[in-house]
Structure formats: C-alpha cells, structure tokens
C-alpha cells in the first residue's frame, strides 16, 4: 500500500494504482476530464486533468499517472485552475454556442465543466472559429456534428480497441482536425451507440433518440437487458411510463461499460401497441372475473398441463412449478428446442437469445420438442410467456388439440390468437424478479414503468390459478418465492441475501428460510 496526501488529507492506495481513480475514490467525485474512460487505453489528449504534485517540475496529467507512496496532490489549487480554465478556453474556441437546440443539453460534460471551472470572459472572438461539419449521419443509428467535438478520441478509441472495426478516425491536421468514417465506410457495427455514450459534448448523438426528450424530464432505473443470454446490465430511462431509451450499467462482470445496438432499442418493445391491456376470452375483450370462471369450469374434472418459458423470472417458473406439482399436472418445459437462437458475436451477443434459459434449466425444467406437445390433446394447458405457435407450425396445431389453451402474456402474440382466455401480465420493465444469464449469475430486475391498469402480476395469476385447481399457497410476491427458491431448492442458495446492484454468482450462497404450500 502507498500513503499519498490529496488536498491535505492522507489516503492509502495500492502501490500502481491510476492517479485519476485515486482521486475520484478520495474527493468523491471525478476531476474535470474528456478523454479518460476506465473502459479505454489512456489518451492523455484534453488536459483537463491536470494536477499538482509536489516535487513535480509542471502539472501533470492524472489519468496518466500513478499513485506512489508519499506523493502530495494538490487538486484544486490557483495553479490548477488557471491551468483547468485555460484549457476549457482551447475546447471551446471553435466550439458553437448551440445548447439550446443541443440534444446533449442535460448530460454534457463540456457544460459542467465549465459551469463548475470555467465561468470567464473569452478572449476570442466569434467571427474566428472554424466551421466544421453538422448533422452528418454517419450510420443507421448515429449522427455526427463535427463542430461540437472536442477531439477527445473516446469514439474512434472505441471503434479501435473494443469492436476493432476501425470506421471513426481524426483526419486533418491543427484547427483543422476533425472525427469522421473512413472513406467508404459507415458506423454500422451492433455497438454504434455505445460511442454516443462516450461522446462528453454533443458531437455524436443517436438518431433513435434525438430530440425525443429533454434528459432532465428522465427518470432512470436499473434494470437488465433481457435480449439475450447475457444479461448486460443497464439503466430504463422513461418518463409518464413511457420508455424512451436503455443505457449501459457497468459490471464488470457481465458487461463492462458497453451494450449491444439491438438490446437497447429493446425499450420499443415496451411501448409496443401489441401490449395486452384487457384479459381476452376467445379474442374479445373481458373482465378477470369471466376469465377466472371460465378456466374454473374449464379445469373442472379435466387433465392439466403447463408449459413456462425462458423468458418468465426466476420466480414466476417457480410459482409454475409449485402449482403444477400441487395439480400432479405435466409441466412440458420451459422452450421449443431449436428456437429462440441466433449468431453470437466475440463481445456480448448470446447465441441464446433468451434472458432466463440458465435459470429455467436449474430449476429443473427442460427443453422440449413439437412431438411433446402432442400430450396436451384433450387437456386445459397454461402457457406462461411463451409464444409456442409463432416459434412453430406444429407446436400451433399441437396447441388446437387442448380442450382449453390459457395464455399468460405481455403482448398479443400468435399464441394469443389460439387461446381461449389470455391473462395479461405485466413485462420486465414492471415488476421485480430475477434473471439468470449465461455465467449462472443472478440478476434483479426492477420496476421502472406503471403497468396498464388491468395486467396483473403473473406470481398473483398463477396463485390465483392454483386456487381454481384447488390448492393455497402462502407466497404473494417474487421476494417470497425468492425466499423459499433460496431455502428449498438445490443450488439458489446464493439468492438468500438478494442479488444486489451487480447480481451474485448462484455457485455461492447458504439456504434461508422456508415457505411453501398452506398445509389445510
């Protein structure tokens, strides 16, 4: 350990450790900087960082120092603000007064750092800044304003370290220096937002996004991303209960500081006018008390079957797996095997495109083929967020065979249009619960958007449908499910203390306490 003095209070670092993080460990907050990003190479280019080290002849850049014991860093100092001011001056000499039609404005480092260091008069005149390009799409997903930038090489860093794809470049020289594609090339790759992320000022912005909201009416709620098997963490930004973006959370253990393009225009699914809003009994909208009847004179005297679904929580295929053991009912699985697969890439794309497979398969619950469906002929069969006849032809027949198909859904679906009675319920970004991505690590999802007024929880449906079939459980909620997995179940004892931010590896843990079935 290395004891190093930062504006006159002794800390203890490792011996190595990056100055800049010292830093921000110590005073709480980051110094003022552009090009630093822990998920990158140093750069050392914008100067802003500049810190005063005794015995040290000049400033010195902290992001590309390292703490040694002994060291005396003075942060805030006249000399560092002079120095911290000056170089906001360089940024902003050919930078254009545009906030207010900016759609940075809110989130812009270049505004806050200036509001918080600068706050001088310019000795530059305006008739001296060079023009630069403006409103230049540069991929599907991505517009570039060149004037704004401020030449931090996050983005083409970016391009060259993580994707390796190399489209973004400085060309020119001096005043004249600019970011732009390669000639030929365009800023295609699944991950072209994540430099929008990194952009500090307004120089890459997102098309998807662009003048959609101002960030300051935002709401942010963590969350994960349910587009595939990785379970890349991220932040749910809505307002009114309407989502408008996903971004990255960083966790180094599942996704760093990145997120592919196709999860996070996953926020769309959430607004989708597909959304169930009403239960359905045979396509026409009805209350929840005709739908519970009708399954209650469905069940009367009939087999039962379920199937779940990798996209169903932790605990949701749990309370499915409870009822069906009460009912001595088959429960198929919880995927058509072969389905719901696509290519997986060398950064965070699953070949898995399904957020909970892992922790379906440790439930106990397994794939299943089409010729297994044929079991459920003559039987009332409850389906749990699991679209069977869009992701087969003969999984849809199969389903016609049922004397009586209840759906438990999110969205109108082609399963929707075969059941008899379709239970709304309420999607990720709506309810708490737990996710087990590709590693086996378990991840919370949490609520973010108000639910449609009538979608229910799917745990309060599903104990609702095991009192149609007769049988009373003491669990209300995914937190007491969660509790009794944790205490029951081989394998989830990890989940007795939550998941926290950052979830928890499941192959660590000590069981909890007991729930289960109301004995009579």
Known sequence: MATITIDSVEHEFEAG??????????????????????????????????????????????????????????????RVNRAVQSILNFHLLHHPVDCPVCDQAGECSLQDFYMEHGLYESEIDIEDKIAKGKVKPIGELVMLDAERCVLCARCTRFT??????????????????????????????????NTVDLCPVGALTSRDFRFQKRVWWLSENDSVCTGCATGCNMTVHHDADVAY?????????????????????????????????????DGSESSWEAAFEIIRQAV?????????????????????????????????????????????????????????????????????????LASIAGKVVFVLQNDLAGLDEAAAVALKSASCVVLLATDANATASLAKVVLPIRNAAEKTGTLVNGQGRAQALNVALGAPEHSR?????????????????????????????????????????????????????????????VQS
């Open 17 to 78: 450790m990056n100055l800049f993080e010292a830093i921000r460990e110590a005073n709480g907050e980051p110094l003022p900087h552009f090009c630093y990003h822990p998920g990158l190479s140093i750069a050392g280019v914008c100067r802003m960082c500049q810190v005063e080290i005794e015995g040290a002849p000049k400033l010195v850049v902290a992001c590309n120092a390292t703490v040694r014991d002994g060291m005396v860093v003075h942060t805030r100092s006249e």
């Open 160 to 193: 060259s370290e993580v994707t390796k794809t190399h489209e973004l470049g400085i060309f020119n020289r001096g005043n004249h220096a600019e970011i732009d594609v390669a000639p030929g090339m365009t800023l295609d790759n699944n991950y072209s937002l």
């Open 245 to 281: 973006r996903f971004k990255p959370r960083h966790n180094d253990a599942v996704n760093g500081y990145w997120m592919c393009d196709e999860g996070r225009l996953g926020y769309k699914q959430l607004n989708a006018e597909s959304r169930l809003g009403q239960p359905l009994i």
């Open 300 to 372: 009367a005297g009939s087999q039962v079957a379920f199937v779940g679904s990798p996209h169903a929580t932790l605990e949701e295929l749990f309370a499915l797996r409870r009822v069906a053991e009460a009912a001595s009912a088959d429960l198929l699985g919880y995927r058509l095997a072969g389905t719901e697969r696509g290519e997986a890439d060398d950064l965070l794309v699953s070949a898995d495109r399904t957020p909970n497979a892992t922790g379906a398969a440790r439930l106990g619950l397994r794939e299943f083929d089409a010729d297994a």
């Open 457 to 517: 929880d799917a745990i309060a449906v599903l104990r609702r449908i095991a009192q149609l079939l007769g049988h009373e459980f003491a669990w209300e909620d995914a937190q007491a499910l969660c509790s009794e997995l944790a205490g029951t179940v081989e394998g989830f004892a990890a989940l007795s203390g939550g998941c926290g931010e950052l979830g928890v590896n499941l192959d660590a843990g000590a069981p909890t306490t007991v729930g289960g079935e």
